[in-house]
């Protein structure tokens, strides 16, 4: 399943849009990072997962699979930190702009060239 298809792009807009808490963006990201991401989609969403395990480490729990042979990842029982949440945020952004995906609660994938443009007026 590719990200454009995945639930998780879904709780990623709604937590750019304030809708969604962080638990439910690391628990929807580490799933989706570890079972089905492509290589070049973990590669943009690095920055999310190393915000996530800088701010709660341990936050995921690896569990032996009954049905099948591996592992089994179930998010763990801790609230994320409110003072890595801007963090979060800002990786979030981030990896969607990368990942070619719209980001942002307007849902506009030009956020970074809105900024662009803000900074160049205001120093104009």
């Given amino acids: 399943m590719s990200f454009a298809t995945s639930p998780v792009k879904r ?8 809708r969604v808490p962080a638990e439910r963006v690391v628990a929807a990201v580490t799933r989706w990072y570890y079972r089905e991401a492509g290589r070049a989609a973990r590669e943009a969403f690095r920055p999310v997962i ?3 395990e800088r701010a709660a480490p341990g936050g995921v729990e690896l569990t032996r699979a009954e049905a099948s042979p591996g592992f089994a990842l ?11 949440e801007p963090d979060l945020r800002t990786a979030v952004e981030t ?3 990368r990942s070619g995906e719209p980001g942002g609660p307007q849902g506009d994938g030009r956020l970074l060239t809105r900024i662009v443009r803000a900074l160049r007026r205001l120093f104009r």
């Fill in 50 to 52: 190393e915000v996530i």
């Fill in 95 to 97: 990896a969607m702009l």
């Fill in 11 to 18: 709780v990623l807009g709604d937590y750019l849009a304030g």
């Fill in 74 to 84: 179930r998010p763990g029982a801790r609230v994320f930190p409110k003072e890595f």
